[in-house]
């Protein structure tokens, strides 16, 4: 198997892209359009798809570099400590650099202390060696056990909660609580995706488990829009009366989205996982580098929003075209700038950071 295998680094890619999608059509909404308009659901389902894909996907880089890692040194090594502070340290202060950016008190969204999808991703690497002493079987069970979470949980994961109450906290008791439960990402459930990163690298060369895990995945996603149906309800909401919820999180929406992960990897992965190529080896090709700094794209675009933000307040929305153009212009021009740097500074990163340091 390639050191780096490039349909992770496309897919990532594409991740961490529908975020900045997502993101600048949150802050730039088009003057007309609601929640319930179709070109806010088509904008909501990138999102919707790609913070389960860049979690799934750090899932999976975390527990494959723990792997690798293990076989170097000693579990009981101050290497170890090492290894899982640096990217602690490092997620945590990207986390508080994304909330100062996009500061809820100069038009943004968030307070300094919100817990994120960064924390989250710290709470993954303290817990990496329990994950690479865990039997897979005990990682199936505690999957489905977060899967279920979010119906075991009820209330505690704030569901009627509006987005000022579900990123502010006072107190380190509530904080612990947005971070843990009730939070915008919060452990309980979105560390299933974690496990869920963990599983799919177990079943690397299980090409046929993970097609009938795609399978039992889309009979449930069919399920749910029939659901939706007879119900009358609506089938995706961000948040609110709808079969699949983001903010939180339900069972049936880490389902669906678990599948598209899982069949999005499939699709891209081709023969690569066997010593082959990519499916889109050539094509997806100026996609790598995009991959390849997708955490310093994620904290950097905030302070693109955050200046929009200020731009933004108080004033009248834009209208349909110039939103338009200017979230899919925002989204794009990560591509090429990716590629630029890493010709040109490839060792300015929080990634390059991140291998210094270890």
Known sequence: MRHRLRHIDQIRAIAVLCMVEVHTAAILPPQGITVGHPAAFFAAAFGGMAAPMFITLSGWGIYKSGMINANMIDQSDKNWIKWISTRVIILIVCQILVN??????RGGRFYWQTPGVLSLLAIAAMITPLLLRMSMSLRLGIFFLLLLSPTIIGEYSGLNWSWEERVNSIGYIEWFERLLLNGTYPAIPWLSYIFLGTLIYDFRAEIKIRDNIIIVGLIVTLISFLISIFRGENWALTSGEAVLTFFPANTFFIIVSGTMVIFAMRI???????????RYEEKLSMLEATGKISLTIYVVHFAVLGFAAIIMENRPRLGILEAFTLTIGHTLIWIPLSNWHQKNIPNISFESLLRKMN
């Open 100 to 105: 100062i950016l996009l500061n809820i008190e």
């Open 268 to 278: 891209l992965e081709g023969d690569e996982a066997s010593g082959g190529k990519s």
